[in-house]
Nanobody, 120 residues
Framework: VQLVESGGGQVQAGGSLRLTCVAP????????MAWFRQAPGKEREGVAT???????LYADSVKGRFTISRDKPKNTGYLQMNSLEFEDTGIYYC???????????????WGQGTQVTVSS
């Protein structure tokens, strides 16, 4: 099973993008869907996560700018990114796992990633 991300692209600072993550099916026990990102030369970091009941957790760096959501019947998750900054540039990955956490070791099914580039 692999997740499929889409929606990345290039945008100017201050702009918006919406990322989409599709799981081919519901994956038993993996009730949390998260977004991570990896900037050039940096380690991958958690951005946001959402539980099947709607609980959310955000990294401080994106609070107030990014919104995570999911469509349970469609096994699809979204990351709405507004007021994008140069520092948001990176490869964005979605993942599913078993905890409301931004630590990647709670997530064991990942997508291939989608590139987001923010120009200043």
């Amino acid at each position: 099973v692999q997740l499929v991300e889409s929606g990345g692209g290039q945008v100017q600072a201050g702009g918006s993008l919406r990322l989409t993550c599709v799981a081919p099916t519901y994956i038993h026990g993996r009730t949390y869907m998260a977004w991570f990102r990896q900037a050039p030369g940096k380690e991958r970091e958690g951005v946001a996560t959402i539980g099947i009941g709607g609980s959310t957790l955000y990294a401080d760096s994106v609070k107030g700018r990014f919104t995570i959501s999911r469509d349970k019947p469609k096994n699809t998750g979204y990351l709405q990114m507004n007021s994008l900054e140069f520092e948001d540039t990176g490869i964005y990955y979605c993942a599913v796992g078993s905890a409301l956490s931004l630590r990647e070791d709670w997530y064991d099914i990942w997508g291939q990633g989608t590139q987001v580039t923010v120009s200043s």
